[in-house]
């Protein structure tokens, strides 16, 4: 049995719950905390935090935290790259470098 991609499952997501996605989305959050930063969870996590943000059944308060998230976890994501860490200055989210440009 292989395992879905996150591109396979977006529309799925997408037409779920918005309390299911939450969940998930911390979920995830905690396992990308406990296991060392993949980039791929990083992914899959900034897709929930994006789905959340664009959704018009999330509360307000959510939907705002979400986009704010989604600006953090671009920046981890992008900084997680190789070339990206090298190049960054000052500190991103999780103790990753940050470009300050």
């Known amino acids: 049995m292989s395992l879905l991609s996150a591109e396979t499952l977006l529309p799925q997501l997408e037409a779920g719950k918005p309390e299911v996605i939450v969940s998930a989305a911390l979920y995830l959050m905690s396992s990308y905390g406990c296991n060392g930063g993949c980039p791929k969870l990083a992914h899959v996590i900034l ?43 000052g500190s991103g989210i999780f103790g990753l470098k940050r470009n300050t440009h």
């Open 47 to 89: 897709k929930h935090l994006r789905i959340l943000a664009e959704r018009d059944d999330v509360a307000p308060l959510l939907r705002d935290t979400c986009a704010r998230l989604v600006e953090q976890w671009e920046v981890a994501l992008h900084d997680m790259l190789p070339a990206s860490r090298s190049a960054a200055g």
